[in-house]
């Protein structure tokens, strides 16, 4: 079955560093998203991607954060400058196109800022 | 604004007794309603989803949720719990038309006890 995957599924960085967290998503799909769940709290919407540019975005997701299609494969979200407050799991989905209404998430990738 | 709301923190219950966890959703059009189930350090997988026709909707693992929209509710039953459905379970609403996001509630953990 097809899914979506993420790497690294665990980072350490030192605060202030840029960190890229990857995700490959379901090949046809259309749809692309990044959520972000702190420990303990509910999942939180940060970007949604479509056509190659943001189509919505939300309050977290400033200017230290930006996603990217490369190669049309690979669906990254990058932080430029990390805060403490940055750690947190990071949840890569996607969704297909048309009447393919649920997203696919991947497991995740737990980002601790130290 | 979109909003959804599981005020059951944490519900324990006993191995083969009734479960239903609650969701109430708040939504300015036809809502798409989803419950997603997160077990420890693992990502999000969809149990099941509604967005029209019947509004008993049955999904994996032996779950069924029903929408009322007189109650704006969309609530998550399992007539027999096993140890194995001890998780996080969330509720989320989104319009999936375009590319719009999914909004989570806050989650219920639940526990189970021989």
């Known amino acids: 079955e097809p899914e979506v995957t993420q790497t690294p599924s665990h980072q350490v960085t030192q605060m202030g560093q840029e960190v890229i967290l990857r995700c490959v998503p379901i090949?046809?799909?259309?749809?692309f998203y990044w959520y972000r769940q702190i420990l303990g709290q509910k999942v939180e919407f940060l970007v949604s991607?479509?056509?190659?540019?943001?189509?919505?975005k939300s309050e977290i997701f400033d200017d230290q954060f930006s996603v990217e299609r490369p190669d049309g494969s690979n669906f990254t979200l990058k932080i430029r400058s990390t805060k403490l407050e940055d750690s947190a799991m990071y949840f890569c989905?996607?969704?297909?196109?048309?009447?393919?209404?649920?997203?696919?998430f991947g497991q995740g990738t737990r980002l601790t800022v130290v | 604004a979109q909003s959804v709301t599981q005020p059951d923190i944490h519900i324990t219950v006993s191995e083969g007794a009734s479960l239903e966890l609650r969701c109430n959703y708040s939504?300015?059009?036809?809502?798409?309603l989803f419950w997603y189930v997160q077990s420890p350090g693992q990502g999000l997988q969809l149990l099941l989803k509604?967005?029209?026709?019947?509004?008993l909707v049955q999904g994996i693992k032996g779950f069924e949720a029903e929408f009322k929209r007189s109650q704006s509710s969309f609530n998550l039953r399992k007539p027999s719990v096993h140890w194995s459905d001890a998780a996080e379970y969330f509720c989320?609403?989104?319009?999936?038309?375009?590319?719009?996001?999914?909004?989570f509630g806050t989650g219920t953990r639940l526990t189970i006890i021989p």
């Open positions: 989905a996607s969704r297909g196109p048309g009447e393919q209404i649920e997203a696919f």
């Open positions: 090949s046809n799909h259309l749809y």
């Open positions: 991607f479509y056509n190659n540019e943001i189509s919505e």
């Open positions: 939504y300015g059009a036809t809502p798409y």
């Open positions: 509604y967005f029209s026709g019947d509004t």
């Open positions: 989320a609403v989104g319009a999936l038309r375009g590319n719009e996001k999914l909004t």
